[in-house]
């Protein structure tokens, strides 16, 4: 179930911090970091988990909560069977190296995503990972693997309508959200896609509704604490509107969530 302390961007504003609660990020360019050193495209995703390590650590310095990473979409089967397969051992070689250097750093573990086409030993690795680290509450990381945005809304959807036919045609966008498969976490306040590409590929499509966005041309493995902190300040800078104007962002607060009209309400 979702977790009731967390509002929705479109049903309530949510509080804006200066240092997001929730970074969301899209590691991309893993290819082409090692083709301009003429190295397989394998070696940068080799790479990359140097640099996934160097991001946790720099989130949970700077008072993050929630860390989200995509490391394989559901479109990502469409690559050469070696490359697919060389992601998958990566995974597991790592999370197994790492489980319990998260857990000792109160990290609570979780990964979202399809898994019934993994490997049945990953998935064990998996799951134990996420029993062993599921009391932890000093930060969350959530590994999105063959994940796709439209896949999730799909899951919710389903379950709702198995669980609960005979309201078809009723369900609000609270009860969608709360059978989403992050729903123990707040929407993403900054998104980060690294890389050099501007688009979602399917990532978190409902969460991101309201997410401060931002695109750089740094290549994931090239990503470092300067990057991260270039990202951080720009989201600083930002003014989260969530529909209003900028004269009422400095009115009373309660004056303004009052004149916010429940979108789901037909009545
Ligand atoms: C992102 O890097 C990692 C995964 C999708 C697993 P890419 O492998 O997409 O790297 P580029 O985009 O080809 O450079
Ligand atoms: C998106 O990267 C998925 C991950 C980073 C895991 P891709 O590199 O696969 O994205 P597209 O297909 O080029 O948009
Ligand atoms: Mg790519």
Sequence with gaps: MADARFSSSTRDI?????????????MDGNGRWARKRFMPRVAGHSRGV????????????????????????????????????????????????????????GIRFRVVGDLSRFDPKLVEIIRSAEELTAANERFTLTVA???GGRWD?????????ARAPERVGEFTEQELAAELSMSYAPE?????????????????????AYTELFFTDTLWPDFDVGTLDQAIASYGGRERRFG?????????????ETAVPDPGHHA
Excluded at 153 to 161: D, F, G, P, R
């Design 153 to 161: 809304i799909m899951q919710a959807v389903n379950k709702l309508t």
């Design 145 to 147: 693997a063959n994940y």
């Design 14 to 26: 949510p509080e804006v911090t200066t240092v997001p609660r929730h970074i969301a990020i899209i």
């Design 244 to 256: 209003r104007t900028s004269e009422q962002l400095r009115e009373p607060v309660a004056a303004v």
């Design 50 to 105: 140097e640099t996934v390590r160097t991001v946790i650590r720099a989130c949970m310095e700077r008072g993050v909560e929630y860390l989200t990473l995509f490391a394989f979409s559901s479109e990502n089967w469409r690559r050469p069977v070696d490359e697919v397969s060389f992601l998958m051992q990566l995974f597991m070689k790592s999370l197994r190296k790492e489980v319990t250097r998260l857990h000792q750093n």
């Design 188 to 208: 993403p306040d900054l998104f980060i896609r690294t890389g050099g590409e501007q688009r979602i590929s399917n990532f978190l499509l409902w969460q991101l």
